[in-house]
């Protein structure tokens, strides 16, 4: 089992800034590769960005792309996520979550499937 606790969220401006973090406990943090995940109001959780178990590999989904950056410390069992450039659009409840994964394929990175733990999520509200 993997504990999952994420912070960070809050109400910001459009064009501002947020870094999100997720907590990890119960598991070796390393043998994980870790998601970051958000879902509006009214759609499906999508992915955002993925790390490998390293952080030496990394998946954006495009529109994230040059905007979000994710890294691991895995001394301190932390999964960050930095958010720039913020829209209203990104309004959403942001997740992390943990696959048992130690490879550098960014697809499977990507894939939804797999992601077996999950923390509580933390809001993200951006105003306009």
């Known amino acids: 089992q993997v504990q999952l606790v994420e912070s960070g969220g809050g109400l910001v401006q459009a064009g501002g800034s947020l870094r999100l973090s997720c907590a990890a406990s119960g598991q070796t943090f390393s043998n994980y590769a870790m998601g970051w995940f958000r879902q509006a109001p009214g759609k499906e959780r999508a992915i955002v960005a993925a790390v490998n178990w390293s952080g030496g590999t990394t998946y954006y989904t495009d529109s994230m792309k040059g905007r979000f950056t994710i890294s691991r410390d895995n001394a301190k069992n932390t999964v960050y996520l930095q958010m720039n450039s913020l829209k209203p659009e990104d309004t959403a409840v942001y997740y992390c979550?943990?696959?048992?994964?130690?490879?550098?394929?960014?697809?499977?990175?990507?894939?939804?499937?797999?992601?077996?733990?999950w923390g509580q999520g933390t809001q993200v509200t951006v105003s306009s």
């Open positions: 979550a943990a696959k048992t994964y130690r490879g550098i394929v960014r697809m499977v990175l990507a894939t939804s499937e797999g992601y077996r733990y």
